[in-house]
Nanobody, 124 residues
Framework: VQLQASGGGMVQPGGSLRLSCAAS????????IGWFRQAPGKERERVSC????????NYVDSVKGRFTVSRDNAKNTVYLQMNSLKAEDTAVYYC??????????????????WGQGTLVTVSS
C-alpha cells in the first residue's frame, strides 16, 4: 500500500500549486481521501476531503474559495489545486485514505493509510 503526495514547492503569495496524491496497493475507488497539513509548531489540520466517488467534497473555512479538491479514479490520484496562496498556507501537506468516508473518523486523523508529506512554502 502506498500513498505518495507530490507537487509541493516554494511559491510567492498569490501564486498557485497543484498537489497530487497517487495511490497503489488498495482499491482506491472505495476510499475517501483527505488532505491534511501541519505547519511548524502547529497541530495537524484537515484541509479538505473528497468522497470515494468525488461527489462529496469539503474544505476547512480558511481555504474555501481558494483550494479545489478533485480525483481521477482511473488514475488512482487525487489532486488539490491551491490558488491565491498565503503565507499561512505554508506547511507539510499529507494525504490520507479513509474507508469510512469524509466523516469524523478521517476528520480526526484516524485514516486507514497515510502518505508521505510534501512541503509547501509560500514566501516572498
Amino acid at each position: 500500500v502506498q500513498l505518495q503526495a507530490s507537487g509541493g514547492g516554494m511559491v510567492q503569495p498569490g501564486g498557485s500549486l497543484r498537489l497530487s496524491c497517487a495511490a497503489s496497493g488498495f482499491t482506491f475507488g472505495h476510499y475517501a481521501i483527505g488532505w491534511f497539513r501541519q505547519a511548524p509548531g502547529k497541530e495537524r489540520e484537515r484541509v479538505s476531503c473528497i468522497g470515494n466517488s468525488g461527489n462529496n467534497r469539503n474544505y476547512v473555512d480558511s481555504v474555501k474559495g481558494r483550494f479545489t479538491v478533485s480525483r481521477d479514479n482511473a488514475k488512482n490520484t487525487v489532486y488539490l489545486q491551491m490558488n491565491s496562496l498565503k503565507a499561512e498556507d505554508t506547511a507539510v501537506y499529507y494525504c490520507a485514505a479513509g474507508r469510512s468516508g469524509c466523516g469524523l473518523r478521517l476528520l480526526s486523523g484516524n485514516a486507514d493509510y497515510w502518505g508521505q508529506g510534501t512541503l509547501v512554502t509560500v514566501s516572498s
